[in-house]
DNA sequence: GTCTATAAGATGATAGAC
DNA sequence: GTCTATCATCTTATAGAC
């Protein structure tokens, strides 16, 4: 049984199509429900193929994961560059983050939903990684500056960004009524009142 | 070899010290990583007393998830008894999500973190069980009384509570450099004030 | 680099004695 | 109700031809 008539996909575009593919499916059914030859059987290539490319079925849930991470980061670092005071950075990263959500779900589903912990047990959790990093610094310089008001870091973060992602956890589970722009301005203003420095609040 | 010696342990006893098990290996290694057999040599029991308890292996899940959210519930029902108005009631949801994630982390993992999807294929989402549902409940009767700002029910309960169960995802990875108690008091005020109606909201 | 065929092991589940 | 022994299947991974 040929599986790749007459190879017509190969180098980089395989292994492009293979991650694509892990991606959709481990975003659907989970890492573990996931065989490789799922991912095989639907990208229309062999196994040798994949194994070839990536060693192991770990390595390719790596690669994914490190890929995403890495765009998700992008699109954040771009925000940061773009706006230069707090409130419109936090405005702008929750813009972007529904916007991904919205674009690309199964990415978002991987990198907020999975449990990375169980099938790639040497990488530290998702929230030291460099997205989740970016945000924290932006809310410690918002503090730094008097944008914010003083208080732990951790607690800032969370209260900035925690409504969002909660938010698109509802998205991703389709448990919404309205679409999930609907709900963006309404979310960046409770988000920014969490973490706002008011006049009343200066000493 | 004997697997329970003299079967000292029986019956109801038996099916607890399985759930234990269970919930302490899902919640270490996650679901796809615990074998039965890894749950039968650790309990002690054998695999036949864990399949005719349980059924099979998904059926012990949900036992388990049941279980817990039935738990969990209860603890919300408390508070919602306990307290009136919706700021004391937000302060008490929180509190008690800090307190049970501080004296029973196996049980917030597996609730909050398990993706329950994967295994309990049947399960609505989470966030549609009856703790989130009451939640949401509390966050609805305080836009009804005008103790919180009139705005869509999803981005009102996700902003109140967002951050906080997104610090407890924090508190469960490890990653705090305090005790989660110490964060307790700034991460209630910071949900209030994402959704508090304050003098200027009003028309 | 890609392919097919196969190996080696683990897993969920069952049968049947006690 | 609990136990041991065993099964059938699926999974990851490798070998080796092209």
Redesign the interface.
Known sequence: MTENPKQSVRGAALRKLVLDTALERFSR?????TSIHDIRRQAGVSIGSIYHHFGNKEALAKALYDDLLQRMDAGLAEVMGRESDCRARCDGIIAFLFEAAIEAPQAMRFVL???H??FLPDEP?V??SQPFQRMRECIEQGIGRGEVRP??V???A??????????L??HL??????PLA??LA??QE??W????MTPADRP
């Open positions: 059914d989970g890492y573990f429900n939903e999975a449990r912990r169980e959790p929230c030291s208080m732990e951790p607690v800032a969370t209260a900035a960004f925690g409504g969002a992602i909660r938010l956890h509802l589970d389709g448990v919404l009524e309205q609907h709900y309404e979310t409770a988000a009142r969490a973490i706002a």
